[in-house]
């Protein structure tokens, strides 16, 4: 007799640790995690914009801490992560055009969002502290 079902071994469902990690793969959950971190970070938006609203006092302190070292370590991630998940739309609205579909092409295109996205962020805090006189 063979063995039932309920006896044989289950097969292994696919998951993240059986797939070697490739840079589309990677990108597409990066993708996901700055679209979580911006709906989280537009709450800072939302403090200061409240801040503005309220009086002077708040939306100094709100202005101190945002200046501080950590505050603005987050907004430079925050800047970062709003810039990362900007290119990675337009890179699948191309690919939604059916342009740059082709597997080498389209790693390559994965493998330099890191270092676009913190290139054009590192420029977007140098032409904003430019602006701004500091």
């Known amino acids: 007799m063979s063995k039932s079902a309920a006896t044989r071994p289950r097969p292994l469902s696919p998951h993240l640790f059986i797939y070697k990690p490739i840079p589309t793969m990677v990108m597409s959950i990066v993708h996901r995690i700055t679209g979580a971190s911006l709906y989280f970070g537009i709450l800072l938006v939302a403090a200061w914009l409240l801040a503005a609203a309220t009086s002077e006092a708040w939306f100094n302190t709100v202005s101190a801490i945002y200046g501080s070292w950590l505050g603005l370590l987050v907004l430079f991630g925050f800047t970062w992560s709003l ?10 609205f191309v690919m939604d055009l059916g342009l740059g579909l082709d597997k080498h092409f389209s790693t390559k295109v994965a493998a330099l969002m890191p270092v676009v996205s913190i290139a054009l962020t590192v420029l977007l805090w140098v032409v904003g502290f430019m602006a701004r006189g500091a």
């Open 83 to 92: 810039v990362h998940h900007m290119l990675g739309g337009v890179r699948h």
